[in-house]
């Protein structure tokens, strides 16, 4: 069964993925999910906060006087507060390069456009087959106009495309009043991949302990709905690679996601709920699936349901949402 994918230019062994996560925290984590078989592998995002840091750390050092500032840096802690720093992020991106056997995309995470994006560059040094930008920004003024926000993306992947030559996708959130025209922006901005969509922890309240709690919750497979009819629409629309992320528990989730367009399918709360084995799983699972439904590869049904180019997609639409509507009132409503 032909199970290789095109993803960012990259040639992968198979559509799946494992997203950015904690799973891939460590070298011997990233060499656990290549074990399994995924096709690639993101590590966790570096922090914008976190270079500043650094560099306000090093711009100290450097004015207290240390004797030897290079000699003094590798008297460094590798971490900044219990974090892990730049310098360790660097250091586990090479040697994970180096010993993964599938490509390894770095991951960083700001909103500002500003000299942080120089890590870009260290991360294609230390060996990263592509970055994966992770913008998530809240604006400071609730008055601050949507175009301004979608700016800020815009800023941040030209200066990071700027900056290497690498493939540069960007993860974006599904929270625009137009996330399809912005995922367009991005495309002619020049990312080479969409990632959709990310997923945030959000603290929520426990009407029993009467706490507040950290929010984090594994996916489930109904979230995948929104991701993947926004992938179907968007397919026919962009020439970016597009990344199907969040609500794969099963083989059919990765299936369903590749029918409506994805170039791959990642997963994070599938292998932390099972370990990174259940990646074999669900390959094995997905070979099977595409045997029993007489296809030859990946590339056979990828996009079969997509929304074609120049069609309106009725089912992802407004009709859609009718017929939802009247179907779920012949179902439940009272009769
Ligand atoms: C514990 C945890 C840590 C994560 N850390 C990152 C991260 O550092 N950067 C990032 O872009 N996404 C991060 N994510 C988001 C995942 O990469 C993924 O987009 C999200 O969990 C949705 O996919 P899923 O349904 O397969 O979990 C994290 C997710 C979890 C659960």
Redesign the pocket.
């Known amino acids: 069964m032909n199970l290789t994918t095109t993803y960012l230019g990259l040639t992968l062994n198979n559509p799946l993925v494992a ?4 799973l891939s925290r460590t070298v011997d984590g990233v060499r656990h999910l290549a074990d399994a078989g995924v096709g690639a592998v993101v590590l ?2 570096l922090f914008e906060e976190q270079v500043q840091r650094e560099a306000e750390r090093d711009a100290r050092l450097a004015e207290t006087g240390a004797e030897s500032f290079a000699e003094s840096l590798s008297y460094l802690p590798g971490t900044v507060d219990g974090e892990a720093g730049p310098r360790r992020y660097l250091d586990l991106l090479s040697r994970a390069a180096a010993v993964a056997g599938v490509p390894v995309i770095a ?1 960083l ?1 700001g909103v500002t456009a500003g000299g942080w994006t120089d890590y870009a560059a260290a991360m294609q040094d230390a060996g990263a087959a592509a970055i ?1 930008l ?1 913008v998530y920004y809240l604006p400071p003024d609730p008055r601050m106009p949507g175009r301004d926000v979608e700016q800020r993306y815009v800023d941040v992947l030209t200066t990071v495309t700027a900056a290497v030559s690498i493939p540069v996708a960007v ?1 974006l959130a599904p929270f625009f009043s137009s996330a399809g025209e912005v995922a367009i922006r991005l495309d002619r901005a020049g990312a080479d991949g969409l990632v959709l969509f ?2 945030f922890m959000q603290a929520d309240i426990d009407p029993e302990t009467l706490t507040v709690s950290t929010g ?1 919750k ?2 489930s497979p109904a ?1 995948a709905a929104l991701p993947r009819s926004w992938i179907a629409r968007l397919r026919g629309l962009v020439g970016a690679s597009l990344a199907a ?4 528990e099963t083989a059919g989730d990765v299936a369903a996601y590749l029918l409506a367009g994805a170039d791959v399918v ?5 292998l ?1 709920r099972h370990g990174p084995s259940h990646a074999a799983v669900l390959i094995d699972e997905l070979t099977e699936w595409l045997k029993r439904k007489g296809f030859s590869g990946v590339d056979d049904m990828r996009g079969l349901l997509a929304v074609p180019a120049g069609a309106h997609g009725s089912a992802f639409e407004r009709a859609g949402y009718l017929t939802a509507i009247e179907e779920a009132t012949r179902t439940y409503g009272p009769h």
């Open positions: 997203s950015a996560g904690p966790p995002s991951s995470n994966e992770n993860k990310n997923r984090l594994l996916s979230e992320s969040t609500g794969v990642m997963t994070t709360s599938s932390l």
